[in-house]
């Protein structure tokens, strides 16, 4: 499969390059910048093409069969940037893929969308244009699973997870297992149309997503 990155040059992308890599998926990688194409052809994309976003990228993405957005703003940035990112960009990207003929859609979000009212004051923002954005592409007409993990970690992932379509308790994942998680929902037929949480956990990420 084709697949198209959004977000790539990120943590969660850069690992999920190196895992694309050994699958024998194809990984095209958005790059706002000509310097950042070899490092990540370095880690596993397949080619790298340039664009924004933020911008119009129907060009970059012709041809391929799916799309992962992992791109963000992050959750402590201002809530125009947010907009304009995981909320907008990710809105653009969904209604892209439509019109370019690309039926696959797969989301990171992030634990607590489905309900932003609900979160910490300073993180409502981010949480409401992650959620305006995951409405958006569960109304497309597009299959689209959408990944909602807990707080991002630099540790070492473990390849071991917890998933539900709504854990109680806001945990924690490595962005490593993030990534691994991604392409298991890639390779999973029983991950379409759905949303889930995850977090660290006792299961392997394979065995995990065979039992959502």
């Not at 607590?112 to 995951?134: C, M, S, T, V, W």
């Not at 807990?150 to 806001?170: I, Y």
């Not at 929902?185 to 995990?208: H, I, K, Q």
């Amino acid at each position: 499969m084709h697949v198209f990155i959004a977000g790539a040059n990120g943590q969660i992308g850069q690992y999920l390059l190196r895992e694309l890599a050994e699958s024998g998926h194809e990984a095209r990688a958005l790059v706002r910048h000509p310097d950042q194409g070899p490092e990540l052809q370095q880690l596993g994309a397949t080619e790298t093409v340039l664009g924004d976003l933020e911008q119009d990228c129907s060009e970059a993405m012709r041809g391929c069969d799916a799309v992962i957005f992992t791109a963000g703003s992050g959750p402590h940035t201002g809530p125009d940037k947010t907009i304009d990112v995981d909320q907008d960009g990710a809105i653009r990207m969904v209604d892209t893929a439509c019109a370019m003929g690309i039926r696959r859609f797969i989301m990171v979000s992030s634990m607590g969308a489905g309900a932003p009212e609900k979160g910490p004051e300073k993180l409502r923002h981010y949480l409401q244009a992650k959620h305006n954005a995951d409405e958006h592409l569960k109304n497309s007409g597009l299959t689209y699973t959408i990944v909602r993990p807990g707080r991002l970690t630099d540790d070492e992932g473990t390849g071991k997870v917890a998933v539900s379509a709504g854990l109680e308790n806001f945990g924690q994942i490595p962005r490593q297992d993030v990534a691994r998680v991604l392409l298991a929902v890639l390779d999973s037929d029983n991950t379409a149309n759905r949303v889930f949480d995850v977090v660290s956990g006792d299961t392997p990420v394979p065995e995990a997503m065979a039992k959502l």
